[in-house]
C-alpha cells in the first residue's frame, strides 16, 4: 500500500507501485491540471511539488509526474496545479495574467507549480533563483520575456520575507492555500502509522528518470524494488580525504553539498549542463551509473575521479572501481540481486584540478553529444604528476582514458603536449554516426572539449590558439 497526501485529502492505495504519479493523478484521481506532453521528463508540462520530512522538517521540491512511480511518493505531500488554487487566481497565476505570460495555456500549470516551488523554498528569493526554479518548463508558443516578468514580479514580493518562514509567507500573500500549514504535522502522524512498503520485484528503481523513459509501456505493471526513500543508501559524508556517497544521492543532493561546493569551486556551472531542476530533484547516482549510458554526464564526472563503489547483495560485498564496472555496451560488471551501496572517490586537494564539459544540440535540458571530465594531481603549478580523463559518446559505454592518463604522467604543460594528448584521444575512442552527431564530428568536438579543460585550467599559460590548431 502506498500512502501520501494529495493536496488536501490523504490516500491509500494499492495500485501498481509502478504506476507513475502522472497517471494516478490525471486517470485515478481526475485532477487534469497537470498535462500529458512528452512523457520524457523534458518538458514540464506535469511538473508536480513533492513536500517530505528532511531531518524534521517540511521541504519542497519539483518532480516530472511522468518520471515519478508513485511508490516514490509514500508518506509525501504531492502538489498539483489544483492544490495551489484559492477562491479567485492566486498570486502567481495573478502575476502571469498581468503580464500576458500565457497563450495557449497548455505548459502554464507546469510554469506555475515551478515558480510556486520558488515561493515555499526556504532559500533566500532572489530573481534568478525564480528563473532557475522554471529551467525544466517549455513553452511552444511564444519566448519567454512575459514568463520573465511575470517572475519578477513573483520574487519581488518574495524578497520581503524579512525572515517569516517561506511557507507562512506564501499564505500570508496568497500564494497557495492555508492547508499547507498543517501538512507538516499530518506527515508526521502519516508516517508514524504508514504500512511500511515491502519490495515485490527484482527489478531495481531509484529515481526513475531514465527508466521511465525507456520502458514506460512495461514497468507500470512489473514488480519492482525501490531503493530512492531507503535512508541507508542517503547521504554525503567525509572520512579523511575520502568523500562517501550513499547510491540514492540525488544531483540535487550534490549540488547542495558543502563537501561537494567545497572541493569543486566551478559546481554550479556543472549542475547547469546537466538535465532540469525537475530531474535533478529526482535522479539518483547510482541510476545514472546502472543505466550505463555511454553519455551518462555524472557517470563520466566520477570516472574522472577514479570512484569506486561498493556492490551489495544480501550479506555479500565487494567493491571495484567505476572503470572496471562496464564490461560493454550496456553490459555491467554486476550479478543478479546486486545493487550499488555506495560510491567512494578522493576528494581534489586545494592544488588539484578538476573540469567536466558538455556539448549538446541544446544549450540546457538535453543529453550530450560529447561530454568529457579531467582530474589532475600537480607536481608544480604546471607540472602534472598524475591524471585521470574520461569522455563520453565517444564508444559504447562511458570511458576512461587509461592510454591519454598514463601519457600525461610527469609532464609539463604545454600547447605541444595538449596536441600530442589528442592523438592519443583519438587511438582510445570508436564513436559512432547516430543523431547526435557524426564519427568525425565526435572526434573533432573530444579533441575541442580536452583543449578546452587545459584552457580552462591553466589560464596563465598561452594555450587559446590550440583550439584553432
Known sequence: MV???????????????????????RYNRHLTGTKIGCREGDCGACTILVGELKNGRLSYSSATS??????????????????????????????????????????TPGFI???????????????????????????????????????????????QRNGTSAL????????????????????AALLNNAVKQEATGKKYVGGGTDLYVQQHDTIVDEPLNFLYDKSELKGIS???????????TTVTDIAESKIFKDHFKELPAYIKLVSSTQIRNMATIAGNFTNASPIGDFTIF???????????????????FLKDFYKGYKSLDKQPGEIIEKIMFELPSATDLFNFEKVCKRTNLDIASVNSA???????????????????????????????????????????????????VQSEISPISDARGTEA??????SQLIKAHFIKLFPALPLEHVMYV
Not at 507562512?168 to 506527515?187: H, K, T
Not at 563503489?309 to 571495484?320: A, F, L, P, Y
Open 302 to 320: 566520477f570516472l574522472a575521479l577514479d570512484a569506486r563503489i561498493s556492490m551489495v547483495n544480501g550479506e555479500t560485498k565487494r567493491e571495484i
Open 168 to 187: 507562512q509567507f506564501a499564505v500570508d500573500n496568497r500564494m497557495i492555500p492555508a492547508y499547507f500549514l498543517g501538512i507538516e504535522s499530518r506527515l
Open 441 to 446: 564530428y565526435k572526434r573533432l568536438l573530444l
Open 66 to 107: 511522468c518520471l515519478m512511480p508513485i511508490a516514490n511518493a509514500h508518506g509525501k505531500h504531492i502538489v498539483t496545479i489544483e492544490g495551489i488554487n484559492l477562491d479567485t487566481l492566486n498570486a502567481v497565476q495573478q502575476a502571469f495574467a498581468e503580464e500576458g505570460a500565457t497563450q495557449c495555456g497548455f505548459c
Open 113 to 159: 507549480v515551478s515558480l510556486t516551488g520558488f515561493c515555499i523554498n526556504e532559500a533566500t528569493p532572489s530573481y534568478d533563483k525564480a528563473i532557475d526554479a522554471m529551467n525544466g518548463n517549455i513553452c511552444r508558443c511564444t519566448g519567454y520575456k512575459s514568463i520573465e516578468r511575470a517572475a519578477a514580479t513573483v520574487s519581488n514580493t518574495m524578497q
Open 238 to 248: 567525509r572520512h579523511g580525504n575520502t568523500c562517501v556517497m550513499g547510491s540514492a
Open 374 to 424: 579531467v582530474c589532475l594531481k600537480m607536481q608544480d603549478e604546471n607540472t602534472i604528476a598524475t591524471a585521470s580523463l574520461s569522455a563520453g559518446g565517444v564508444g559504447p559505454v562511458p570511458m576512461y582514458l587509461a592510454k591519454s592518463s598514463a601519457f600525461l604522467l610527469g609532464k609539463r604543460v604545454t600547447a605541444a603536449l595538449i596536441h600530442e594528448l589528442t592523438d592519443i
Open 3 to 25: 500512502q501520501f497526501i494529495l493536496n488536501e485529502q490523504e490516500i491509500k492505495t494499492n495500485v501498481s507501485p509502478g504506476l507513475t504519479m502522472l497517471d494516478f493523478i
